[in-house]
């Protein structure tokens, strides 16, 4: 079905596709997003150091605090898809202003928590307004900016702010935990809500249909019920271990309903997700670069933060400092990462992104007991992370180039789900490795051979499955006339 997409007269306007500098309209629409974009990627991660004080002032046992994360990562992995289909079908500045007004109130709940049912209903409901603003945000941009260079440097900069936010949550959360509380962490997600949401009514454009299509249902229960038991199963056993009989029972679940998903849709007249679309290669296989990418390059963060505090014996503020320098030079990959996909197109950056992060992963490898290993690990960590922003924008133009923009929701929905799930499936596959072995050094050593190897085989796969096909459609094709 298709969707007009005219916009009103407070669209952007664009740029010639030649031309990728962006009109001071096209600047403030992307501020919009990419602030949007990075609360939530702040919101990863700003909590994780006051997990022990908010435990104490809210009388949350340590097995309680893992719900802390999970209350937010079930609904906004969950949904995203869902929400995704709901804005290509209703409108996307609708949905997306709902989930920031959400976002915002949820936080404001959570800092004002008087006790674990209040903070872990705050945090769901940031969940769920993440999953909403995450899919329509990004759907936002693609169909703003037109392929070419205009929308590589657009994604670029989302890119660059996506990866930026987790690694200043981590730093931000612990100076402010240490400042003013923990409640602090989450007054501060409030203000970002606050400072967006009245700037983006009337600068973002609207999708308009002429009718009120039908949403499968039936689609949207499978798939959402199947993501959420999904995420419910491998966020849990991060912390207790996959032998509990609910983890076991929901990884079956999730994978039974998400089968169901895939013969749902097959049989449906509108559905969800489009089946031949999951059949494009670049779809196919962006989306497992981006699931590598994201999985193995969280599990990295997770294990060396395990061997900074507990073998170096480094402080709380000094390995803030190490993921500092990594935020850094990742802010520094995304002011260049659209120069080089027009070099060299977004198929091969992907590829070589993953094989970099792969080899700079396994350099790791050489960490010891020794202090100048905070040398190694900060240089080599900072390295991969510039590879993995260069294989997460790469990814992302893989997935969305060529698809309608009728689609593109769905297709960005896809892509966001990859990143969601990514960072959820790493660390509880391949962190337990270190947190259960008898000597961490030696887990972590395990822990990072195995994630390079991940890395370096997806890398020669996706490679392989891309090989003879444009993978950003018509993006490479303005890339080589960029050259």
């Known amino acids: 079905m298709a969707i007009d997409t005219t916009t009103s007269s407070t669209a952007p306007v664009r740029e010639p596709l030649d031309n990728p500098r962006l009109s001071t309209r096209d600047r403030l629409v992307l501020f919009v997003l990419c602030a949007a974009q990075f609360m939530v990627a702040l919101d990863f991660s700003v909590l994780n150091v006051a997990l022990p004080e908010l435990g104490s002032d809210l009388g949350m046992s340590r097995s309680a605090l893992q719900w802390a994360v999970t209350a937010f990562a079930l609904p906004s992995g969950g949904f995203l898809l869902l929400f995704g289909r709901m804005g290509d079908l209703y409108g996307r500045r609708k949905l997306f202003l709902t989930g920031l007004a959400l976002f915002g109130a949820a936080s404001l709940l959570a800092t004002l928590a008087w006790d674990p049912a209040s903070f872990l209903a705050g945090r769901a409901l940031q969940g769920l307004g993440a999953a909403a603003i995450v899919p329509t945000g990004m759907s936002l941009l693609t169909t703003t900016f037109p392929e070419g260079p205009a929308r590589d440097r657009a994604l670029g900069i989302s890119g660059t702010l996506l990866s930026l936010g987790f690694t200043v949550g981590m730093v931000a959360g612990g100076v402010l935990t240490d400042a003013l509380g923990w409640r602090s962490t989450m007054a501060l997600l409030a203000v970002f809500a606050l400072i967006v949401l009245p700037l983006a009514p009337g600068l973002l454009p609207e999708s308009r249909t002429p009718e ?244 370096l085989a997806a890398a020669v796969l996706v490679g392989l499955g891309l090989r003879g096909r444009k993978a950003s459609g018509a993006a490479e094709a303005e890339a080589v006339g960029a050259r």
């Not at 320098?325 to 977004?346: D, E, M, P």
């Not at 698809?403 to 789900?417: H, I, K, Y």
């Open 212 to 455: 009120r299509p039908r949403l499968d249902v039936p689609g949207a229960v499978t798939v959402t019920g199947g993501l959420l038991s999904l995420i419910y199963a491998l966020s849990t056993a991060a912390g207790h271990g996959f032998g509990r009989a609910d983890v076991i029972t929901t990884l079956i679940a999730g994978a039974a309903l998400l089968t169901a998903f895939v013969a749902v849709e097959s049989r449906s007249d509108a559905p969800l997700v489009s089946l031949p679309m999951l059949r494009r290669r670049t779809v196919a296989w962006g989306n497992a670069g981006g699931l590598v990418t994201f999985s193995m390059m969280s599990t990295v963060v997770f294990v060396l933060t395990l061997y900074l505090q507990e073998v170096l014996r480094l402080s709380a503020f000094e390995t803030g400092l190490v993921f500092g320098v990594q935020g850094v030079l990742s802010a520094v990959a995304g002011t260049y990462a659209a120069k080089v996909i027009g070099r060299f197109g977004a198929r091969r950056t992907l590829v070589g992104s993953l094989a970099g992060q792969g080899v700079l992963v396994a350099a790791l490898l050489g960490l010891n007991a020794h202090t100048w290993s905070v040398w190694l690990a900060t240089a080599a960590v900072s390295l991969a992370s510039m590879c993995h922003l260069g294989a997460i924008i790469s990814y992302g133009l893989t997935v969305t180039s060529g698809v309608p923009d009728e689609e593109q929701g769905l297709a960005t929905g896809l892509v966001t789900s990859t990143q969601q799930v990514g960072i959820t499936v790493g660390i509880p596959l391949l962190g337990v490795l270190a947190t259960t072995s008898d000597d961490l050094m030696s887990g972590v050593h395990t822990v990072l051979g195995l994630d390079a190897a991940i890395v």
